[in-house]
């Protein structure tokens, strides 16, 4: 289940906060390490560390790193402060954190009794891609638009992983990041989706929040049997405290697997069978045989949710003024620039309702 290895630090490459990516030499070769310094503490050039090296050896994409698990020559400090949820729980790197929601939270107060969303939009998107791409939208639309990343335990469980979210927070694009249920390292620790959506409207300011899974989805092929299910989840959280659940379709013309062509079925599913409230769906105006295409499928969800058609004119500009670039599944906008359009769309209407 765990490929274990020792190595020694040869680099740091780069890092962003959290984060660290690391060159390792490990005895059969080098490799590409990442290691979160409030977990493990700070690797430095000629530390020996002890790694996971199972996503590195499955190939993965987005979680192909060697992961830093401990630095035994140099353990960190124990921590100070306040804090008891405890989250990855019963895993060796549990980690106590301060939740917003918690009794000794300076917060707590204010999220006690806090019940309503107070009708805020919610954009809600499957793949972690798609948040830059709903704030290009949005922000173009209504520049200033103060704007939550509320992230769920769908994905990477460390908020810390994801590059984009912190860049995103250092351009202003963000005015936080919180993290809920096993998920970790935001502005703002929550229990749940719902305080952590609570978190965002009452701690956090946001007049929007965007609801998207971290950065490394999992998906088997089967019609159930994928990460994404929480989408439809999340717009029954929104709707029964009080918000505006906007639905933003994972679509794509690039992907090499049918079921992921057009809108794919991970969209069908969440929202036509997940999701029992009602939502509006934003179906993006694209040109040709395939935007027909998209809006034929995007119809079997008319029945239970609101088919919002959203032009993209001007959004190309938009999404080119992105403080990070846009990648969903390996491509770019020159290959597939309809699930970025699809996404910036859903930001554009989430602005139109806040006028």
């Known amino acids: 289940m765990i490929r274990w290895r020792k190595g020694t630090v040869e680099r740091v490459r780069r890092e962003w906060p959290g984060a660290m990516e690391l060159d390792v030499a490990l005895q059969e070769g080098g490799c590409r390490a990442l290691a979160y310094p409030p977990l493990v503490g700070r690797p430095e050039p000629g530390d020996e560390v002890l790694l996971n090296t199972t996503a590195l050896a499955m190939g993965l994409g987005t979680g192909g790193y060697a992961m830093v698990v401990a630095i035994p020559g140099r353990l960190p400090e124990d921590p100070i402060g306040p804090g008891h949820l405890v989250k990855a729980r019963y895993t060796p790197l549990q980690a106590t954190v301060l939740g917003a929601d918690e009794q000794g939270s300076p917060h707590h107060e204010t999220l006690r009794e806090a019940d309503t969303l107070t009708g805020m939009p919610v954009v809600v998107a499957d793949l972690h891609s798609a948040v830059p791409a709903i704030l290009a939208g949005l922000l173009a639309a209504r520049p200033g638009t103060r704007t939550a990343y509320v992230m769920p335990d769908g994905g990477a469980l460390p908020a810390w992983f994801s590059m984009s979210a912190a860049a995103l927070r250092d351009a202003g694009w963000l005015c936080g990041t919180v993290t809920t249920g096993q998920a970790f390292g935001g502005d703002l620790e929550t229990v ?22 971290g950065p490394g989805n999992l998906g088997t092929g089967t019609r ?8 439809g989840e999340a717009v029954n959280a929104v709707s029964v405290l009080g918000g505006r659940p906007v639905a933003s379709l994972r679509v ?87 699930a970025f359009l699809t996404a910036a769309a859903a930001g554009r209407h989430a602005a139109s309702l806040l006028a």
Do not use: C, N
Not at 206 to 211: G, L, P, Q
Not at 224 to 231: P, T
Not at 267 to 280: D, I
């Open 192 to 213: 749940t989706l719902h305080t952590g959506l609570l978190a965002a409207r009452h701690v956090l300011g946001a007049d929007v929040a965007i609801v998207a899974q």
């Open 224 to 231: 159930w049997g994928f990460s994404g299910v929480s989408a």
């Open 252 to 338: 794509s013309e690039g992907d090499q697997r049918e079921r992921h062509v057009g809108v794919s079925h991970h969209s069908l599913t969440a929202y036509g069978r997940v999701a029992l409230a009602r939502a509006q769906v934003v179906v993006p105006l694209l040109p040709g045989a395939f935007g027909a295409r998209l809006r034929a499928q995007a119809a079997a969800l008319g029945e239970r949710h609101e088919l919002v058609e959203v032009g993209v004119e001007g959004l190309e500009e938009a999404l080119a003024a992105s403080p990070v670039r846009l990648s969903t599944m390996g491509r770019g906008m020159d290959k597939d620039a309809a």
